[in-house]
């Protein structure tokens, strides 16, 4: 019989997910089946997927392949030994966004530590040719840290995307215990190196909750992604993908999470969006959008 730490917390109401398997949802599902292509959507148990691919036909591109060399004890992507890079990629993901006609992708990859490049050059490449065949597309990436190499990043940067995501996930304090190989003060140095290389380009970063931080380690987070000038937080509900992933803590309310955002914005970024279903890529678009509007209003742009 499981103890009291040891129960499993019950979802409250607000958790509930409304299903929709549209055409639009099982059209956008056929196409990554036809074109051999994987999505962070499906492989991570996205909350959002329905919505994402049902009502907004928009979906995040995960490329070099699907298993990841990390173990991340959150994270429900494959782990393991990874297949040999697949140079047509780019290429197939270019020719899917031309023929979703999305606005706005979110490219992601697993990790890839068994590359020295950590997969820069894919990403680069994914980059340009995304913008080839679709010129009027913005582009968001959300790598690992790649090994923290300059190089890797500059790469990466040079290939000039529109937004550079990369997320912190937890608080410093349970970073050791959540995350494989990543760690807490590498991460906030990718994203201040990603603004060193390309000021202009807008910088993005998340954090889960609901895995035993408290609320001044949450506001600590906020404190040390300003301080490397991230301009862009999200803030979502940690759900347990499976019962060997790490037990969910607390759940946090809608209101809990208004607070958040509105602190949020108070310490300067220039875009928050927080709440239980809120992912790194929920409604990537708008948080573009929002911020090249508040870059603007600042005289920034």
């Known amino acids: 019989m499981a103890t009291k730490n ?5 979802k409250p109401e607000w958790l509930k997910i409304k299903l929709n398997t549209n055409q639009n949802y099982t059209g956008l599902k056929k196409m990554m089946r036809e ?9 991570a148990r996205c909350p959002n997927i329905h919505e ?3 009502e907004r ?6 490329i070099l392949g699907a298993v990841c060399t990390r173990a991340c004890r959150f994270c429900a992507v494959k782990t393991g030994l990874p297949n040999e890079l697949d140079l047509n990629e780019p290429e197939r993901v270019a020719e899917s966004v031309e023929l979703m006609n999305l606005k706005h992708v979110v490219i992601t990859a697993v990790a890839r530590d068994d590359l020295k490049d950590g997969g820069s050059e894919v990403y680069a490449e994914t980059i340009r040719q995304v913008r080839e065949r679709n010129p009027y597309t913005t582009i968001e990436v959300l790598p690992s840290d790649m090994g923290g190499s300059f190089d890797n990043w500059e790469r990466l940067m040079n290939a000039r995307p529109d937004i550079l995501n990369h ?8 970073t050791p215990r959540v995350r494989a190989r990543a760690t807490y003060d590498r ?6 190196r990603s603004k060193e290389l390309q000021p202009d380009i807008p910088t993005k970063s998340s954090l889960m909750v609901g895995l035993g931080e408290t609320w001044d380690e ?7 992604l300003r301080a490397n000038d991230v301009d862009i937080m999200t803030i979502g509900q940690y759900l347990q993908p499976s019962r060997k992933h790490i037990k969910v803590q607390k759940y946090y309310s809608p209101l809990e999470f208004g607070k958040l955002r509105k602190i949020a914005m108070e310490k300067g970024f220039k875009h928050c969006q927080a709440g239980p279903m809120v992912r790194s890529s929920y409604h990537a678009d708008e948080q573009v959008n929002e911020a090249a509007k508040q870059r603007q209003a600042l005289g920034e742009a």
């Open 218 to 224: 949450i506001l600590e987070v906020m404190d040390d």
């Open 6 to 10: 040891e129960e499993i917390l019950r």
């Open 52 to 54: 994402c691919w049902g």
């Open 187 to 192: 991460s906030l140095e990718v994203l201040r």
């Open 57 to 62: 036909r928009t979906a995040t591109f995960m």
């Open 35 to 43: 074109k051999n292509l994987h999505t962070v959507c499906e492989e």
């Open 167 to 174: 997320n912190i996930e937890t608080v410093r304090r349970l």
